[in-house]
Every structure is written in structure tokens, then in C-alpha cells.
């Protein structure tokens, strides 16, 4: 019971002011708490199944640049969407997108948090205490780092019911795009090397992603006249 505890108290404590909390704030914009809950829920669960079970080989399989990358190019597409979403919405009066609202949610928590501290604090747990210990620590390494975002998901709800309307689709707009820059430009520091040369990439996909959303939104304004 004791280590059920420790482990739950280091991950809490590891994922408080977590990109991953940040997200969570973010995603109470587009997505129902319930919906949140779930596909976070269950992306928790195999996030760390996955530190648990097989997290020590993740890094031979899979390399970290390529999945830094894949986030990096979600993250930009999740903010894109908000615009593209709004657009929907007023040519079709409805409020929401296509798709699996927990899927959505599913994989953009699995992405934030794959390969991130709180997966290499799991890995790190499981390995000290062997596999007969595995469950209690995938239990608690689970509870501490889903309790941790529910203090995002609860932030994020609460904001949502006394902000003006459209404040937390600007800021979850905002939060995706800078997420999107610097976890791209990390998966090219990692793929290249630190320099100057992984910046002006990341500068290149940023502004590829600007003129995109630039061009979402003189589409919206047109909708608007």
C-alpha cells in the first residue's frame, strides 16, 4: 500500500504544470467533460501499460525524434481545426465536427504524453520493483497521472462557464500552436542535432501552418459579410 502511494504521489507531482494539463484546459473548448474523461481515461491506461509492460524498449523500436515529430504535425493540426471547426459551424449552424470526440481526445493525450517524463518516471518504477509488482504500479502510476489532469480538465471546465464565448477556442488555439512549434523543433534537434538549422525547419512548418490558418480565417470573414 505504501508504494501504491509513493508511485501516485510522484506522478501527481511530476505531470502538475505538465504540457499535457495545459491540453486538457484546452480541450474543454471542443469537447464535452465526459468525452474528455473517457479518451483521457483510457489513454492514461495505455500510456502506461505501455511504461509499465514495454516502455524500457519503446526507444528501439520507435525513435524519439519520429514521434516528437508526429505530435509536433498533430499538434498544428488540432489548432488548424478550431478555425476550421468555427467555419462548420457557421455554414451548417452546427456546433460540432466530425469524428469520434473520445478518439480525438484519445490520441491527442496518448501523443502529448508518449515518451514524456511521466512515462520515463513509470518505466523507472516498474523496473525497480520488478514484474511481481507491475500491476500496483501501472494502478497507481495511472490514478496519479489521470488525477493530475482532472485538475486541468476541472480548471478548464470551469473557465469555460465564466469566460466570454470563443475565449477558450482563441486559447486553446494559441496553446496548440506554440505546443506544435517547439515539440516539432525538438523532434528536429533530436533527428539533426542543436543548431540554428532545426529552428528555421520548425520556422518553415510554423509558417507553412500560419498561411494555412490565415487563409481558414479570411474564409471565415467572408462567411461573416
Known amino acids: 500500500m505504501l508504494l501504491f502511494f509513493q508511485v501516485l504521489l510522484t506522478m501527481f507531482i511530476a505531470e502538475m504544470g505538465d504540457k499535457t494539463q495545459l491540453l486538457m484546459i484546452a480541450m474543454t ?9 473517457i479518451g483521457s481515461g483510457l ?5 502506461n501499460a505501455l511504461a509499465v509492460g514495454a516502455g524500457a524498449f519503446i526507444s528501439q523500436f520507435i525513435p524519439q525524434w519520429l514521434i516528437k515529430l508526429a505530435a509536433g504535425i498533430a499538434f498544428f493540426y488540432f489548432a488548424w481545426s478550431i478555425l476550421q471547426q468555427e467555419e462548420e459551424e457557421e455554414e451548417e449552424g452546427c456546433g460540432k ?3 469520434s470526440p473520445i478518439l480525438s481526445v484519445f490520441g491527442t493525450f496518448f501523443l502529448a504524453e508518449l515518451g514524456d517524463k511521466t ?3 513509470a518505466i523507472t518504477f516498474a523496473a525497480n520493483e520488478g514484474l511481481e509488482k507491475a500491476v500496483i504500479v501501472w494502478l497507481a502510476c495511472s490514478v496519479g497521472l489521470f488525477a493530475a489532469d482532472l485538475v486541468g480538465m476541472l480548471i478548464g471546465h470551469l473557465l469555460k462557464n465564466r469566460m466570454p464565448e470563443g475565449f477558450l477556442d482563441k486559447l486553446a488555439f494559441v496553446i496548440f500552436a506554440i505546443f506544435g512549434f517547439t515539440t516539432l523543433e525538438e523532434g528536429i534537434e533530436l533527428l539533426l542535432g542543436p543548431g540554428l538549422i532545426d529552428w528555421a525547419i520548425a520556422g518553415g ?3 507553412l501552418f500560419a498561411a494555412l490558418c490565415f487563409r481558414t480565417f479570411r474564409r471565415r470573414r467572408k462567411l461573416e459579410q
Do not use: E, H
Not at 489513454?43 to 500510456?47: G, P, R, T
Open 29 to 37: 473548448s471542443r469537447y464535452k467533460l465526459r468525452d474528455i474523461i
Open 43 to 47: 489513454a492514461v491506461l495505455a500510456l
Open 97 to 99: 465536427g466530425g469524428g
Open 119 to 121: 512515462q520515463l518516471t
Open 205 to 207: 512548418f510554423f509558417a
